[in-house]
């Protein structure tokens, strides 16, 4: 699978693996069809950022979702 990819399926991927990897109980938030394509950019520097971040604290978790809403249709 190549991320750098625009495509439903790696945004899809990446929603969903941003999902887990910040432990989101409210999976609803997390559905990728919620999330506009044109967008990719943003979610993929997000979901880039977490992977090289590893665990986050509470507080930033709280400030990835927050910022994850801007993206959401």
């Known amino acids: 699978m190549n991320l ?3 495509s439903e399926e790696n945004l899809g991927y990446i929603i969903e693996s941003m999902g887990k990897m910040l432990q989101v109980v409210n999976e609803s938030i997390m559905d990728p069809k919620d999330y506009d ?3 990719y950019d943003e979610l ?6 977490l ?3 590893g665990k986050l604290t509470v507080a930033e ?3 990835f ?7 959401r249709k």
């Open 4 to 6: 750098e990819e625009k």
């Open 37 to 39: 394509i044109n967008y």
């Open 44 to 49: 993929k520097s997000l979901y880039d950022l």
């Open 51 to 53: 992977q090289q971040k």
């Open 61 to 63: 978790t709280q400030a």
């Open 65 to 71: 979702i927050e910022e994850l809403r801007q993206y």
